[in-house]
């Protein structure tokens, strides 16, 4: 019987696959079951809060490897810019309280 | 469900991650530029942009000007070393006291007369407009030296009025 399923589909034994397929029991489905399954489909569509699923849209793009690339290298460059600026004002803070110190000791300031 | 959820925050991380990286990298790249610049006039050179014929001309007045700034600051250090020891010793009236502290004043006073006579002359090294700005911010950090110290005060006296 094992070898008899094995072989069930070499073109030879088309018979028998018709005949094991023919012994299988077909259960009767349920009322209405497509318009359920469609309906099921139709709710679980309506429970998914749009927020997530443009955030999960851009979750998948992102994971793609040329807009990874982009994103991180937008990123880096969104962080040079902020440290940049950062950067200068603490250089010119400095500088100017090294000015004051020259000109205007502490004792007066 | 858990593995979207793991790969938004990797995502979250990384961005941060290298965000963090840009702006730790160049916030030292200038302070780095600072440091190097290893000089006093910086300041005037960043926020007012002077060229290099107004820096000379500013250099030459600082130059100028150090070797009384430091004259003045040294009285006030020894007219305050004699006024601390006096008053650690005990020994002086409050009158003697109070003619001390008038003198470290006076000297305190004429420091800031050449301050101000500096800066005035620094203000019209420059152009009209930045000599104006400089003037206009030095002036205030002279005058209002004492203000935090005063308004301090203020605050914990009834006022200058309030006693009776």
Redesign the interface.
């Known amino acids: 019987m094992k070898h008899a399923i094995k072989d069930a589909g070499k073109p030879g034994d088309l018979g028998l696959g018709a005949l094991l397929r023919e012994s299988i029991p077909d259960p009767p489905l349920p009322a209405r079951f497509r318009e359920s399954v469609w309906r099921r489909i139709r709710v679980a569509e309506a429970e998914t809060p749009p927020s997530t699923a443009w ?2 849209r851009w ?1 998948e793009r ?2 793609l490897p040329r807009f990874a690339i982009a ?2 290298a937008m ?10 600026i ?3 004002d ?3 803070s ?3 309280e ?3 110190a ?4 502490g ?3 | 469900m858990r593995r979207p959820l793991l790969i938004r925050l990797a995502l979250l991380l990384a961005g941060v991650a290298v965000f963090l990286i840009g702006y730790g990298a160049a916030t030292r790249w200038g302070a780095g530029r600072a440091l190097m610049a290893g000089d006093d006039l910086a300041w005037l050179r960043m926020e007012f942009g002077l060229g290099e014929a107004e820096m000379a001309r500013v250099r030459l007045l600082h130059e100028g000007y150090l070797p009384r700034c430091r004259e003045f600051c040294a009285r006030i250090a020894a007219r305050k070393g004699e006024l601390r020891a006096a008053l650690a010793a005990g020994s002086e009236s409050p009158e003697s006291i109070g003619r001390r502290l008038e003198e470290i004043g006076s000297i305190r006073t004429q420091c800031q007369a050449a301050m101000l006579l500096h800066f005035e002359e620094v203000s019209r090294a420059m152009p009209p407009e930045q000599g104006r700005r400089y003037l206009d911010e030095m002036r205030r950090l002279t005058l209002d030296s004492h203000q935090e110290f005063e308004r301090s005060m203020s605050h914990e006296a009834p006022g200058p009025h309030g006693h009776h």
């Open positions: 955030l999960d979750v992102l994971l994103g991180l990123l880096l460059a969104a962080g040079v810019l902020a440290g940049g950062a950067g200068a603490d250089a010119k400095h500088a100017r090294r000015y004051l020259s000109v205007a000791p004792a007066l300031r």
